[in-house]
């Protein structure tokens, strides 16, 4: 997949992820993970850092936006009480419009926000390592499987977008169950 976006949040429950979505015209696949994580895949690519904030404000929790660009680029934006506490691109490049340099991500702010403190150097080397042609970090969709199991997050969140779903084809990895996704919108 070329381009793909998700939010991975902890906390708040599923019903209300899905109710406040739906309430403002959201069209999304909501997905339940372990340990109250779930994972949103909202249709439209173009606003996901404004609904990333919105859903950690309206919810009070860490919102994770994990967004991967061609075969090569991640880019994450995480979101505390509403507002941008950390991010990250793995590399620069044609397509990406930056505002400002890029920005390296903080490992112990991303670990500290999933109470995955003891990840931090694990967490820190992935975000680091130069994705090499030939090398496994060369594909987003790698780094992304990395840092989320890493962080004790869904795997099935790693390359999944709206599109792919609303397509047939239902994220893959760990402790993905299709009959716990819903749709808002």
Same mark, same amino acid.
């Given at each position: *997949?070329?381009?793909?976006?998700?939010?991975?949040?902890?906390?708040?429950?599923? #019903?209300? &992820? =899905?109710?406040?979505?739906?309430?403002?015209?959201?069209?999304?696949?909501?997905?339940?993970?372990? +340990?109250? &994580?779930?994972? &949103?895949?909202?249709?439209?690519?173009? #606003?996901?850092?404004?609904?990333?904030?919105? %859903?950690?404000?309206?919810?009070?929790?860490?919102?994770?936006? =994990?967004?991967?660009?061609?075969?090569? &680029?991640? %880019?994450?934006? %995480?979101?505390?009480?509403?507002?941008?506490?950390?991010?990250?691109?793995?590399?620069?490049?044609?397509?990406?419009?930056?505002?400002?340099?890029?920005?390296?991500?903080?490992?112990?702010?991303?670990?500290?926000?999933?109470? *995955?403190?003891?990840?931090?150097?694990?967490?820190?080397?992935?975000?680091? +390592?130069?994705? +090499?042609?030939?090398?496994?970090?060369?594909?987003?969709?790698?780094?992304?499987?990395?840092?989320?199991?890493? %962080?004790?997050?869904?795997?099935?969140?790693?390359?999944? #977008?709206?599109?792919?779903?609303?397509?047939?084809?239902?994220?893959?990895?760990?402790?993905?169950?299709?009959?716990? *996704?819903?749709?808002?919108?």
């Amino acid at each position: *997949m070329n381009h793909y976006a998700n939010i991975t949040l902890q906390g708040p429950e599923q #019903s209300g &992820v =899905v109710e406040y979505l739906k309430g403002r015209g959201d069209s999304a696949f909501v997905a339940t993970g372990a +340990k109250g &994580v779930l994972v &949103v895949f909202h249709e439209d690519l173009f #606003s996901q850092e404004h609904l990333a904030a919105r %859903l950690s404000a309206k919810f009070s929790c860490p919102a994770l936006l =994990v967004m991967g660009f061609g075969p090569g &680029v991640l %880019l994450y934006h %995480l979101y505390q009480a509403g507002e941008q506490v950390d991010a990250y691109v793995s590399s620069p490049h044609e397509g990406l419009e930056l505002a400002e340099p890029v920005p390296p991500g903080d490992a112990a702010i991303l670990c500290a926000a999933f109470a *995955m403190e003891r990840a931090q150097r694990r967490v820190e080397s992935i975000l680091r +390592k130069e994705g +090499k042609p030939g090398q496994p970090y060369e594909y987003a969709v790698n780094r992304h499987g990395e840092l989320l199991q890493a %962080l004790g997050l869904p795997l099935f969140a790693a390359g999944t #977008s709206f599109a792919a779903i609303e397509m047939g084809d239902l994220p893959a990895g760990g402790n993905f169950d299709p009959t716990g *996704m819903q749709r808002a919108g």
